[in-house]
């Protein structure tokens, strides 16, 4: 499943609608910055280095359609606007307002994620051995970046060799992408995936089932904190309970150091109808009742093993490892 791609004639994108995952497999195709806004914000894009790809061919794209340079900066900045955590975002549209070659460019973010990827899986996959039990949290694979993923890379370049892993999928709420993307993609590529709520986590560790958490993450700051989809922390204050290996997944360009710690990342905040009404037939809570619906929440660096990017593994506790 090809998720971002730019049209035959390169005036569009065209995405997999991740929304109507795994039930539907549906092309969008995207012209306007208020589409690729939408695109972002509602999620039929998704995962931190899938964002920054998207938006590298949105410049592009919008650069056919707008007069100069500055109406090209207020369409970029309308897409950049769109969800505020994942750093890719905004890095992968600076990058390409920098650029003198906009087409060069959005395709050289492109391949340079799918290199960085495979390096990344290529380190994850020393961390483990062939049988090990994995737990993940979100989606952190192919969809969310652009091949092998990054939290889900070294699972499935070593399902590629012959390792058999047992790997645990959280399903995510609410936006269930562990049920919806990584259940999937685990499954098309024959890796063993067993599905758990999110509050499940700790009987599948205290069972001895776990070997190590892998996640990817959507910004890392100077100090290491790192921000990933809501639950995140809850499993790595579990871990550390444990004593099972946390690995944090990304490429470099996911690291923010204008961040000192967690304390400087904005975290989202989205819609309450996606905890009360959305992926349920009926609705399940009382109307009227209010809700917190952070995205994503920050680990702090001294829960983390390490974070392996595609430069090698960074050890922030090695007496864990
Ligand atoms: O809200 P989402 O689905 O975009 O959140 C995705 C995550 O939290 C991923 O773990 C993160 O972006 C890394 S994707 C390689």
Redesign the pocket.
Known sequence: MTNIRLSANEDSIIILDQRKLPGKIEYLELRTAEEMYDAIKL?KV??????GIFAAYAVYVLSKTTKNVSELRAAADCVKSA?PT?VNLAWAVERMLKSSDLRAECHAIHDEDVQMCKRISEYGLDLIKDGDGILT?????PL??SRY???LGPLILGSERGFKFKVYADETRP?L?GARITALELMNVGVDVTLICDNMANVVMSQGKINAVF????RVAANRDVA??VG?CTLAILAKHYGIPFYV??PSSTIDSSAKSGADFVIEERDSGEITDLYFAERVAPVGVKCFNP??DVTPASLITAIVTEFGVEWLSPSRS
């Open positions: 999620l998704r995962g931190a280095p899938a964002i969800r994942a949290h979100c989606n952190a694979g969310a970046t993923g990054t939290g936006l992408q996640v990817g993450c959507d990933n989809k995140t997944f990304c995205s994503f």
